[in-house]
């Protein structure tokens, strides 16, 4: 149990926030750095505050381990559930729903750090360092937090590459998507002009204005009039 405990203390936590911290920032994700950011280190001040506002002192008798500080929240409980659970959200949305293996490896991921935060949690109460309630404290607190990040976090445009084939439509699943129908000889396409723009667009946008039978018809009855 001392070994999964260690799971959530602090000398292995700091390793795998830096790691991920420069790996994201490395990829130049700089939205998903800060909600790293904001999730695991804002978490850890969180309890802080909590534990020195409640001040509850750690269950009586002998402990199994070394422990210092208030008892409520666990420490080692929202800690882990909180970097864990940022890196699951983060890699998750970088996932894109596909085969049956993609998604039985996506819930397998789910799953293990979802029973990887539980054993900290059950191994700060074998090791009678904390109650129950501080434990479940700890996850509510750390679900709330991941939550509220989460919905306020602010999408990042053009986070999915698109490449064009001449065949299909391909995105950064590789699965290929139908192309846009391509347009007949009765199409002409013009380059829309810059003062006539209103929109900002991020990249060259062609308007195509089709000629039906009927409006063929329409400006020669036009013609022959004048």
């Known amino acids: 149990m001392r070994f999964i405990t260690d799971l959530g203390g602090t000398q292995i936590l700091d390793v795998v926030f830096a790691v ?13 750095a800060l909600f ?12 802080q505050i909590l534990k020195r506002t409640v001040e509850r002192p750690r269950p009586a008798g002998q402990h199994l381990a070394a422990a210092s500080g208030a008892s409520w929240p666990s420490g080692h409980a929202s800690s882990s559930m909180a970097l864990y659970g940022a890196l699951l959200l983060i890699a998750s949305g970088t996932w894109e729903h ?74 950064g699943t590789g699965r290929p998507r139908e ?21 900002r667009f991020s990249e060259t946008y062609a308007v195509t204005v089709t000629t039906s039978p009927a409006t063929s018809l329409l400006s020669r009855a036009v013609h022959q009039c004048r």
């Open 20 to 32: 991920a911290m420069g790996a994201l920032l490395a990829l130049r994700r700089r939205r998903d």
């Open 98 to 171: 596909g085969d049956n293996d993609g998604r039985l490896a996506r819930r397998a991921v789910w799953g293990a750090v979802i029973v990887l935060v539980a054993l900290i949690g059950f191994s700060r109460l074998y090791l009678g360092v904390h109650y129950v309630t501080d434990v479940v404290a700890a996850w509510a607190l750390v679900a709330t937090w991941l939550t509220v990040l989460r919905r306020g976090r602010p999408r990042a445009q053009g986070s999915s590459v698109i490449w064009r084939t001449s065949g299909s439509v391909a995105d």
């Open 179 to 199: 192309a846009p129908p391509v347009a007949d000889s009765s199409t002409r396409t013009r380059q829309v002009a810059p003062e006539l723009r209103t929109a």
């Open 36 to 47: 790293l950011l904001l999730a695991s280190p804002g978490t850890v001040l969180l309890v």
